[in-house]
């Protein structure tokens, strides 16, 4: 069993749509998706409609998430955590216990760009184009993994 959380500030936005497309591409059921926040401001919120929107709009159901916290515990229950951003990557490693830990910590987009360290931007404020920038790149982030752990 492979098991791989998506990491993102909020959870409502980029990362509850990374963990719907990767888990719509994932063939057997040897892999556990999940997804989680650094900060908690949106705890047991569901995904932000504009995310839930653009999911759908590609056959994807991501309405019944709801948003949690990162907690150190992650570490211990995840193989991969893919981080959004570099922000994210910093909050993320600031709570790895050891080496083991850290080394878990991947931003999504190297698997597309490697060793780019570029960042899925925080479409949280803007508009719809954000949205759809950001499935795109995490569509393209998740195709990559998939083929990796299918
Ligand atoms: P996310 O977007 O990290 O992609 O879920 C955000 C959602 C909410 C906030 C920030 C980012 N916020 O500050 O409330």
Redesign the pocket.
């Known amino acids: 069993m492979t098991k791989v959380l998506m990491v993102?500030?909020?959870?409502?936005?980029?990362?509850?749509l990374a963990e719907g497309i990767l888990k719509s591409k994932i063939l057997g059921s040897n892999v556990f998706v999940d997804s989680a926040?650094t900060?908690a401001?949106?705890v047991g919120e569901q995904p932000?409609t504009r995310s839930i929107a653009i999911a759908n709009s590609k056959g994807i159901d991501i309405a019944d998430q709801k948003?949690r916290k990162f907690t150190v515990k992650d570490f211990d229950l995840f193989d991969v955590i893919y981080v959004?951003d570099n922000s994210?990557y910093k909050n993320v490693i600031s709570l790895a216990r050891n080496n083991q830990d850290a080394s878990k910590v991947k931003l999504i987009l190297n698997e597309v760009f490697p060793n780019e360290n570029l960042d899925v931007p925080?479409?949280?404020y803007g508009g719809e184009f954000g949205f759809k920038n950001?499935y795109n790149m995490l569509n393209e982030a998740c195709e990559v993994i998939a083929k990796k752990i299918n």
């Open positions: 993102c500030l909020g959870n409502i936005c980029r990362s509850p926040g900060g401001y949106h932000d948003a959004m994210n925080d479409p949280y950001v």
